[in-house]
């Protein structure tokens, strides 16, 4: 089964691949590799996910919130791929970073939201390495930010 026919079984709806607001590029293809900027957390509807873990929200907000980010990762992979997510051979390594209170432990729970989503769409090949890191802000305030790289056939 292909990547975007898992998608369909899914039932997923992908974001459309949002252009950068500063000085650097949403994707980047070099060798074998590509590399995904961070994407941060928003809703379906467009809206930021905003505030910090341990605070404003709960673990299963914040994996929520680190779910979308992996939505948008698949999305800007799909672009800089040209819409054929076939190329890729599999997702080397996440990193998520986590707006949480200094008390908050539950970084790894929440980046969780991506890295199932990941390997909900690309099976085996979607397994990969991660950090999952706490700060005490993220830009715009949102609750959750994840880049990626991946390994192209």
């Known amino acids: 089964m292909s990547y975007d026919q898992k998608i369909k079984e899914l039932n997923i709806n992908l974001p459309n691949a949002a252009d950068p607001v500063g000085s650097y590029v949403a994707a980047k293809i070099s060798g074998k590799m590509l590399f995904i900027s961070g ?5 379906e509807n467009g809206k930021l996910i905003k505030g910090k873990l341990g605070k404003d929200l709960n673990t299963d907000e914040g994996y929520n919130a680190a779910k979308r980010c992996g939505l948008s990762i698949v999305s800007q992979a799909k672009k800089a791929c040209k819409d054929d997510l076939s190329i890729i051979k599999s997702c080397i390594k996440l990193t998520g970073f ?10 790894p729970k929440v980046i969780n939201g991506a890295s199932d989503l990941i390997a ?3 099976g085996e090949s979607g397994m ?8 005490n802000s993220l830009p715009l305030g949102v609750s959750v930010e994840v880049d990626a790289i991946f390994e192209l056939n």
């Open 39 to 43: 994407q941060i957390s928003i809703d």
């Open 98 to 107: 986590v707006n949480s209170t200094e008390d908050f432990t539950e970084q």
């Open 120 to 122: 909900s769409i690309f």
């Open 128 to 135: 990969h390495t991660r950090a999952a890191v706490s700060t």
